[in-house]
Structure formats: C-alpha cells, structure tokens
C-alpha cells in the first residue's frame, strides 16, 4: 500500500471513528490499527514520537498500570474486559503519533464529524424514547398497572447504548467542538 493511499484511508477511517464514537468504536479502532500496522515505517514513527512527547507516553504508561493492577485482581475475567475496554489508551497514541500532519490539518472535519455523530445519537435516543412513549408498556407494581412510557425521557433508558453519563460527557465535547470552531472561524 502506498503512503499517500495509506494517509487517506487513516484520515477516512478516524473520521468515521468521531461519527461513530457516541455510537461504536472497536470496529473502527481495529481497522484503524491495521492501516497503521500496515506500513511499518508509520511504527516507527510513531516509537520515535512517543519518546519525545509525555502526553502520549503518560496514556501508555496509564495502560501499563492498568496491566500491573491485573496482578492484584481476584476476578480475571473482569480484570481482562477492563483491559480489553482501556486498549485503545495503549494504541491510539501509537497510531496517532505517526500521522501528526494529517491529524492537524483534518483537526475541524474531525470535529465536525464528531458533532453531527452526537447530534445523530441524540436524535436516535429521542426516537426511541419518542415510540416507547407511544406504545403502551405496562408493569404490574403491586397490583396496579404502570405505564413505563414516560420513562423513557429519563436517564438510563434515553441513553440505551451506554451509561447516560458518556452520552452527557460527549455532549459537552460536542459542545465545546462548536465553539472551538466558531472562534476559529474568525
């Protein structure tokens, strides 16, 4: 694969990994890795790179805890899912390291792209809540039945994919995306 086919699909690939972030993430981080891993100059890049810079070194080093608390873990099944989970702590710094240029100059599709993919999993929970609210869910609590409709405005079930607490957490990145490209705008 060339180098310059090699930058585009690492640019298309992290476009869609912003999009889909509120929605789903190890497909595109696999795929990102393997573009990265194709050309091995990019790994070496990105060794030199993780050298010179502390932000990436401290996301590596943070997943090297993570390793070493697996030793005091008594359940390694849990143990091995949160590994599984913080991955890309330990990947994304080496991908990203190798593509510095690319990173800068996509910086506000990037940004966008990850916007109108919050936007999008915004509208895709208030449909949902929206037909749940229409049609009639009812629970027998203590003899009496309970429609569950409006309760799917609420907290963990508006947010069905993951905790409510990401989906706010990326709203406000969202948020701040559209300021940040406002003021640059000017």
């Not at 049609?135 to 994919?161: A, E, I, Q, R």
């Amino acid at each position: 694969m060339t180098e310059q086919l090699n930058k585009r699909v690492h640019v298309v690939l992290t476009t869609l990994l912003a999009f889909f972030i509120p929605i789903a993430l190890p497909i595109l981080i696999v795929l990102l890795s393997l573009n990265w891993l194709i050309n091995i100059s990019n790994v070496k890049i990105s060794v030199r790179a993780i050298k010179h810079n502390t932000a990436l070194t401290l996301m590596i080093v943070l997943y090297a805890l993570y390793l070493v608390g697996l030793i005091y873990s008594s359940n390694f099944k849990v143990a091995g899912e949160v590994l599984e989970t913080k991955f890309s702590f330990f990947i994304l710094p080496l991908v990203y390291a190798a593509y510095t240029n690319e990173t800068k100059l996509q910086l506000s599709n990037y940004l966008k792209s990850f916007i109108f993919g919050c936007i999008t999993y915004a509208m895709l929970c208030f449909a949902y809540a929206t037909y749940a609210f229409y049609k009639p869910v009812y629970t027998d609590l203590y003899g009496v039945l309970y429609d569950l409709g409006s309760n799917y405005f609420y907290h963990s079930y508006l947010s069905s994919v993951f905790h409510p607490s990401y989906a706010s957490m990326y709203a406000v990145v969202a948020l701040f995306s559209i300021y940040y490209l406002y003021k640059k705008s000017f």
